[in-house]
């Protein structure tokens, strides 16, 4: 190779990778909730494998015909690309499509960012958890598996558009219309006492 050609090489790999970058696809993480959707297959197995799947703690999820495999730490399109790498391998299908769908992906492969709490600090399940209408400080808290033994009741926080509030769950659990309804993009920190 001469030396012109190796600043072309390094231009043409940096702009096919760039779109991927740019888009900004977040990677799966434990604890997650995907949805895969296959074509290509026989009508009963795409109803089979078509589903909605839990990555485990560990990062798996298990893939009908396949067994566990990882999904944390991969982008959707990455998990997409992997299955149907792995069922041609195995020599189960031939020409599988796989499209994976995070809670942040609507079915038409839009980014829906704009429909999550995130529960950070002494949670049992540290998470950022899918935003319903009508959700309070203590549904969100509950989707985190609760407070960890080592939690502040009385100075939990919620973040929202850069100004922070503080609240104190042992009147909210007294007095139940003390519960804030949140919003998407609140942030909820409980700390350590």
């Not at 704009?114 to 209408?133: I, L, N, S």
């Not at 042992?170 to 909820?188: A, G, H, V, Y």
Request: hydrophobic share 40%; proline share 6%.
């Amino acid at each position: 190779m001469t030396a012109w050609m190796i600043p072309v090489v390094i231009a043409v790999a940096v702009i096919t990778t760039l779109p991927c970058a740019l888009a900004g696809e977040a990677t799966i993480r434990p604890s997650e909730t995907i949805t895969l959707r296959i074509s290509g297959v026989p009508a009963e197995d795409g109803a089979d494998i078509s589903q909605q799947y839990h990555v485990g703690d560990d990062g798996k999820f298990p893939l009908p015909h396949i067994g566990r495999i990882v999904a944390a730490g991969l982008t959707p399109s990455e998990l997409g690309l992997r299955v149907e790498q792995l069922y041609r391998k195995a020599e189960i299908f031939s020409q599988p499509t796989v499209v994976v769908l995070t809670p942040e992906i609507i079915e038409d492969g839009t980014v829906n960012a704009h429909k999550w709490v995130t529960v950070t600090g002494e949670v049992m399940k540290p998470q950022r958890a899918a935003f319903t209408d009508g959700m309070t400080l203590l549904d969100a808290l509950a989707s985190a598996g609760g407070l960890t033994d080592w939690a502040s009741k009385r100075q939990v926080r919620v973040m929202r558009g850069g100004k922070t509030t503080e609240h104190d769950l042992t009147q909210i659990t007294k007095d139940p219309t003390l519960d804030i309804t949140l919003r998407s993009n609140d942030r909820i920190i409980v700390p350590h006492r």
